[in-house]
């Protein structure tokens, strides 16, 4: 049966403890994912609480990082999505993409509506990578790709 959390607090608990042993076990997200048989966004995704795994994905994760049944049991649950606090984020990793949007964000609207029509990218039917690249001018440049389903509008 398929089940929903209303609050994220056990799945946050099982964030931090999933990522403990993934240090401790020294693993790589790439080899949690290969685990799983999913993508490594998605896979990093469901471990960090945003998403459900499938069951055989859930067992397989916790098996790879001594987790319990519990635990699978948790991760196979449709969360409480969203991992950044209604304020400004902190962490500057996460601040840079925030002030990406804030800079962007209405730059990537106005492009999607002109090139696309009036809607929506999803994040529901949606891919993310991020990759290295040598950078020409020295140094390393960072490829994220952001692939989601494009959704109109419809007026009813």
Do not use: C
Request: aromatic share 6%.
């Amino acid at each position: 049966m398929v089940h929903a959390q209303f609050d994220n607090t056990a799945r946050q608990a099982l964030a931090t403890k999933a990522v403990d042993a993934k240090i401790r076990k020294d693993l790589t997200w790439q080899q949690i994912a290969d685990a799983a048989g999913l993508s490594v966004a998605y896979v990093t995704a469901a471990v960090l609480g945003q998403h459900p795994l499938p069951e055989a994905s859930a067992q397989a994760v916790t098996e790879l990082l001594g987790l319990d049944a519990d635990d699978a049991l948790t991760l196979r649950t449709i969360p409480t999505r969203g991992s950044i606090p209604d304020r400004v984020p902190t962490d500057p990793t996460i601040y840079r993409f925030y002030e990406m949007l804030q800079v962007y964000g209405t730059t990537l609207k106005a492009l999607v509506h002109e090139q696309l029509g009036d809607g929506i990218i999803s994040a529901i039917n949606f891919k993310l990578d991020v990759r290295k690249v040598a950078d020409p001018e020295g140094g390393e440049r960072a490829i994220i790709t952001l692939d989601g389903k494009y959704l109109p509008t419809k007026p009813f």
